[in-house]
């Protein structure tokens, strides 16, 4: 089993900035995926920032230029740098992350908590 803990979320006022990290632990051969998630009221849950194995990454056209997606291999915690912060950007943000247990293992899909970024005008 993996266990993720999510953290940094906030109220924040338009044009901040935030800092969301999401820490795996638990049965971790290796992470193949780690990604951020959003999902407002009312709205269905979408991509933010997604980072592959290799280090390839790929933001939604709201997040490019704003938000940063990072990663700490040694600690297994990826990290979501957030700037010039939007009304819009408020939902609760859910960290996404592919781990094999094992060599033999395949991959299994966890999601955090989630946490709540709110942005005021």
């Known amino acids: 089993q993996v266990q993720l803990v999510e953290s940094g979320g906030g109220l924040v006022q338009a044009g901040g900035s935030l800092r969301l990290s999401c820490a795996a632990s638990?049965?971790?051969?290796?992470?193949?995926?780690m990604g951020w998630y959003r999902q407002a009221p009312g709205k269905q849950r979408e991509l933010v920032a997604v980072?592959?194995?290799?280090?390839?990454?790929n933001y939604a056209d709201s997040a490019k230029g704003r938000f940063t997606i990072s990663r700490d291999s040694a600690k297994n915690t990826v990290y979501l740098q957030m700037n010039s912060l939007k009304p819009e950007d408020t939902a609760v943000y859910y960290c996404?992350?592919?781990?094999?247990?094992?060599?033999?293992?395949?991959?299994?899909?966890?999601w955090g908590q989630g946490t709540q970024v709110t942005v005021s005008s």
């Open positions: 980072m592959h194995t290799g280090g390839r990454t």
């Open positions: 996404n992350v592919v781990v094999s247990a094992t060599s033999f293992s395949g991959p299994v899909d966890y």
């Open positions: 638990g049965s971790i051969f290796s992470i193949n995926f």
